[in-house]
């Protein structure tokens, strides 16, 4: 658990894929990470995508990772970014796998919570 999120009344779940978020965003040296957590408790992590021919966010990545080993749906997604507020397609990306009512938490770089909306909002 990032010390930003212990003692914030944070669900130890949604603070565990916030950390592996900003995990992935150092290690990988990209503008954001991403976790989900899908209905059986298993994460998938990722960084955002920056190819010539495949632009993904780190979220949108996330998803897809999540699709491509079977999951179902979703029970939260984190993104730790630098950005005010989740972006639109990865709000969409949630709530296709997930629903509207999965929760997509927004971290700052620090781990610190910003927003929690569901992926309908």
Not at 97 to 121: F, H
């Amino acid at each position: 658990m990032s010390e930003s999120t212990v003692g914030t009344g944070i669900d130890p779940e949604d603070s565990k894929i916030i950390t592996l978020a900003r995990s992935a965003r150092a290690r990988n040296g990209v503008a954001e990470g991403a976790a989900v957590r899908d209905e059986t408790g298993r994460t998938y992590v990722a960084g955002t995508v920056e190819l010539d021919s495949l632009k993904l966010s780190a979220l949108q990545t996330a998803v897809a990772m999540a699709v491509a080993s079977g999951a179902r749906s979703l029970e939260a997604a984190a993104v730790v970014s630098a950005a005010d507020a989740p972006a639109a397609a990865d709000r969409a990306a949630v709530r296709d796998l997930g629903g509207p009512d999965t929760p997509v938490l927004l971290a700052g770089p620090d781990g610190a919570l910003k927003s929690a909306t569901p992926a309908g909002a």
